[in-house]
């Protein structure tokens, strides 16, 4: 087995992922692109939270 040389792919390691083919994707895409797809997750996610949040205050008639 050859090792593959990993230098400048630090930002790789640690990530866990579901496939190999999830892994190899986000490998190809590169750190920029895995950045960006995670920083819109995490605006979306917020969202739908802040959204939960208000739905529950409006039906139990909290102020917010």
């Known amino acids: 087995t050859e090792a593959i ?3 400048e792919n630090e ?3 640690g990530l866990e992922f579901n496939s190999y ?3 190899l994707e986000v490998f190809n895409k590169g ?3 895995y ?3 995670k920083t819109v997750q ?3 996610d ?3 939270l802040r959204s ?3 739905y529950i205050a409006i039906m139990l008639g909290v102020e917010i």
């Open 11 to 13: 930002w790789f390691n």
């Open 52 to 54: 939960d949040i208000d």
């Open 21 to 23: 083919d999830e892994a």
């Open 31 to 33: 750190e920029q692109a």
């Open 46 to 48: 917020n969202l739908r």
């Open 42 to 44: 995490e605006l979306v």
């Open 35 to 37: 950045l960006q797809v």
């Open 5 to 7: 040389d990993q230098t």
